[in-house]
């Protein structure tokens, strides 16, 4: 049995690009800190070479924080760093039972998504994920960065996932990660 002051990791993947971590995903972390309330603890690691990423220097960085997190931990991977998230946790198991992975406007590597000089397409991505825990993919409808057929990419490649469309929402989820942290209290579903 828990404490009542028992807290969950949830871990933040920054979104690739120049100033991406200060400027830009700051406020979709910040939403999610005010959304979730003092219950989950926050993590948001600044990511090497933001502004050109690459899986090889992603890597250790991942693995340090997926290690550090408790059982039970939630991580959620924005735009580049949903696909880099999502295509480490399919190389390997993280050493925590995690309680749900999230992305939102994640990059699909593979036909019909992009290519990628470092990250192999995956015909098994579904099967190569921890069986049981919940997969949850947040998209803006007007995502002008990445466009939404990828979370339907994503949803073909992993059918046990949620897919969450939100309209009017565009590629940053207009900083509003209300939606995110309801799906991640489990308080209702979002369309």
């Known amino acids: 049995m828990s404490s009542p002051t028992a807290t969950t990791d949830v871990l933040f993947i920054q979104g690739a690009g120049k100033n991406v971590h200060a400027e830009w995903d700051n406020k979709l972390v910040e939403s999610l800190r005010r959304e979730l309330g003092p ?6 690691p600044r990511m090497p070479n933001e502004d050109d990423p690459t899986l090889a220097a992603w890597r250790p960085v991942l693995e ?69 825990v919940p997969i949850h993919l947040f998209h803006g409808e007007d995502d002008h960065e990445v466009p939404i057929a990828h979370v339907e990419l994503y949803a073909r490649s ?26 991640i209290r489990g308080d209702r579903p979002t369309r």
């Not at 219950?39 to 948001?44: D, K």
């Not at 924080?65 to 190389?91: K, M, R, W």
Request: charged share 25%; proline share 6%.
């Open 64 to 132: 340090r924080e997926l290690v550090s997190l408790g059982n039970g931990a939630i991580v959620v991977g924005h735009s580049v760093g949903g696909t880099i998230l999502i295509n480490i946790l399919a190389e390997a198991p993280p050493p925590v039972a995690l309680h749900a992975i999230v992305l939102i406007a994640a990059p699909f590597i593979g036909e019909g998504g992009w290519e990628s000089e470092e990250i192999e397409p995956r015909a098994d991505l579904a099967e190569r994920l921890a069986a049981g």
């Open 158 to 183: 992993i059918p046990r996932a949620q897919v969450h469309r939100l309209a009017r929402r565009d590629h940053q989820l207009n900083d509003d990660l209300s939606d995110v942290a309801r799906v």
């Open 39 to 44: 219950r989950y603890v926050v993590r948001y």
